[in-house]
């Protein structure tokens, strides 16, 4: 079913943010931990708006949804925007995280009370299953499609969910190469860092 394989991923959503936001200290792992929520959040809307919105918006009952829904993707994307500063330590940062983590969760409510019910309530059963099918296929494209942008962050091949990297440290010694990184990366080009 389409909503909860939804679901799944607004967990995952309400844990990082619970954990972003009681981060203190060390800044590596805040670093980490906002860009698993980052990659989370732009994929999870991705493939919600190609499996859920869109087909909503074609129905004349499913406009208002929609349309709400596709106006909290952008805010979130713009708090998205806001945070992605070099210093996560810097004034305010956390209190933006805490917005972000706000609308978040308020955004997931709604979803799950009410935009939920009225896709049920227009969608067929065999539209809802074919719809769940493509959402899975997608949110794991869209999470390798979004985590390739960072070095910190990769979508693990068994589960498809987006984990931290392996530290440099942790890795095997790779003997006579020059950028064991770029090796691992498969690619020469720097990773973004925000
Ligand atoms: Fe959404
Ligand atoms: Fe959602």
Redesign the pocket.
Known sequence: MIFDA?RE??DLQRDLCRKLTASRGDRAARQVLFLQLKVELMA??AA?ERYLYVPLLMENGGLDASRHALHEHHEIDELLDDLSVRNKKQAGWIATAKKLSFKVRH??KE?ESKFFQVAGRLLSKTKKKQLARKYTQEIVRMRRHYGAEYETVVVAASSGLVKPAKRAADRPATRGRASAGAHLRGSSEPRRTR
């Open positions: 939804i991923s607004h999870h809307a919600e955004h997931l979803e």
